[in-house]
């Protein structure tokens, strides 16, 4: 079952503002626009904290059955240890907004 990591607020410029809620982390977060990518292996989005320390990226796929389309996230930071984070970025169920997101991570 999916569980919601944080919220976020897709802004004009097509970066996303919010919050990364974590047990005992809770962090403001921009995920914004790659706008130096050069090839597939680099994020479309870079994801940083307030202090503007970079943590993860995202990256544009779509969904195999669905079709749709979506960010898949990737955290990495001192604070998680040796290993990565990774989510999901979706519509939040229950919010009218539709420019609000959910930061949703799946465990195997």
């Given amino acids: 079952m999916a569980q919601a990591l944080g919220f976020v607020t897709k802004t004009e410029t097509g970066a996303f503002e919010g919050t990364l809620s974590m047990m005992s982390l809770k962090k403001r977060i921009s995920i914004k626009p790659n706008e130096t990518k050069e090839g597939d292996g680099q994020p479309d989005f870079r994801v940083f904290t307030e202090d503007r320390i970079e943590i993860g990226g995202g990256w544009n796929k779509t969904g195999k059955t669905s079709g749709r389309s979506y960010i898949s996230l990737t ?20 919010h009218e907004n539709e420019n609000v997101m959910a930061i ?5």
């Fill in 104 to 108: 949703l991570w799946n465990p195997a």
């Fill in 75 to 94: 955290f990495a930071a001192p604070e998680f240890g040796p290993h990565r984070i990774f989510a999901n970025l979706g519509r939040a169920a229950g």
